[in-house]
């Protein structure tokens, strides 16, 4: 190209800067205007009536004498109209909700809890698959020292998915143990009030509710007596809760804006700058255009040449944890196993591939990571499937 062919170097600069500019901005405002959304699934719903919904159980408190309420934010615990009875299947309290809700309790209250990462449960000791690898049933019914299920079959419940089982607190009281202590219900008394915490909904929902003898004891845990109050809160963070779902506008900070401002003004002056052109047009050389298809095959072939599977596999699995935390509403940070357990249990995954997806051993060639990669398909199309 000659300088007399060559366009003015000043005009090309700046426009081509004008659009990049415009371009960034555009892209920054959209992804600023765009705010979380999405709505929670049936699972857990007292208000569902779907296999994993938990409707069931406000029905059969409500038959049995109880004043049952459904909700979905926090009552003032100090009314007279308080509840005695409050049911938490997911603990996505923020600490306002939480300190009201242990007041409410020490006041007398009772908190059942079915969050094994709340903070209202005891430790997490194990899991397990079914009720029977514990301890023969008699057993199980002979150990419980739970005053509310005197009298009740303990040893016949049959919690859908397994769960977990808990290391009770010197002096509390518990059901359905292992033998070695730890177990699936445990009582602890707070002050004039008691937290039940059942290791996992698999007993309360409505698929669950028709086998063995979990409705007799949900009920003498939800409704101890005729006319009691019973909340129960929806899954899921609470209306007014500071961990609940916020836009991007709102998570971020007024001094990230003021950042974000000066780099716009930046990259004004920047642009501004390189646009100015001082003497004549310089010819430049043109590089040598490189063909997309042999760019394709270059790095195709360098990424076949690393086998590092084990890399690849490590990519597939963070990306099933985030998939798993966002579809659960839990926290990224999750334990692995935690995970597993909380997603068997909601969706009816098999809890094993569920860890093996997770967690499992390294993986060292190819046809490994395509057998990780088609097991977490699956895991990814029951999970859509159910929540």
């Known amino acids: 190209m000659t300088a007399s062919s060559a366009p003015p170097r000043g005009a090309g600069s700046l426009v081509g800067w004008a659009l990049a500019g415009a371009g960034a901005l555009v892209t920054v405002l959209a992804v600023v205007a765009i705010g979380g959304g999405g709505s929670d699934g049936p699972a857990l719903s007292p208000t569902s009536d779907a296999p994993l919904g938990t409707s069931a159980m406000v029905a059969l408190a409500g038959e049995l004498g109880a004043d049952a309420d459904v909700s979905d934010s926090l009552p003032d615990l100090g009314s007279e109209d308080a509840p005695a009875v409050v049911v938490v299947f997911l603990d996505l309290l923020d600490d306002d909700q939480r300190d009201a809700l242990e007041d409410w309790v020490t006041a007398g209250g009772v908190l059942v809890v079915t969050d094994p990462a709340s903070q209202f449960t005891p430790p997490f000791a194990e899991e397990f698959t079914r009720i029977d690898d514990l301890a023969p049933p008699s057993r199980l019914s002979a150990a419980c020292d739970i005053d509310a299920l005197a009298g009740v079959d303990v040893g016949g419940i049959e919690p859908r998915n397994g769960g977990v089982l808990y290391e009770p607190d010197p002096g509390a009281s518990s059901c359905v143990d292992n033998g070695s202590g730890d177990a699936y219900i445990v009582a602890t008394d707070r002050g004039e009030g008691t937290v039940v915490a059942v290791g996992g909904a698999g007993m309360m929902v409505n698929a669950a509710l028709a086998e063995g003898e979990n409705a007799p004891v949900v009920s003498a845990l939800v409704a101890p007596e005729e006319g009691a109050r019973l909340l129960v809160l929806e899954p899921g963070p609470l209306a007014g809760s500071s961990t609940g779902r916020r836009s991007l506008r709102e998570l971020i900070p007024a001094g990230v804006w003021r950042a974000i401002l000066q780099l716009a003004v930046a990259f004004v002056v920047y642009a501004v700058w390189r646009s100015r052109r001082l003497g004549r047009p310089v010819p430049e050389p043109a590089p040598s255009p490189i063909a997309g298809s042999e760019l394709v095959a270059a790095v195709g072939t360098l990424l076949d040449r690393s086998r590092s599977p084990g890399h690849a ?70 999970v859509l499937a159910h929540v």
């Open 313 to 382: 596999a490590d990519l597939l699995r963070r990306d099933l944890r985030r998939f798993l935390g966002d579809h659960l509403g839990v926290p990224p940070d999750t334990p692995a196993d935690v995970l597993a357990a909380l997603a068997a249990e909601r969706t009816g995954v098999d809890q094993a591939a569920l860890q093996t997806a997770l967690g499992g051993p390294p993986v060292t060639d190819d046809q490994e990571l395509a057998a990780l990669a088609a097991t977490i398909d699956r895991i990814r199309e029951e």
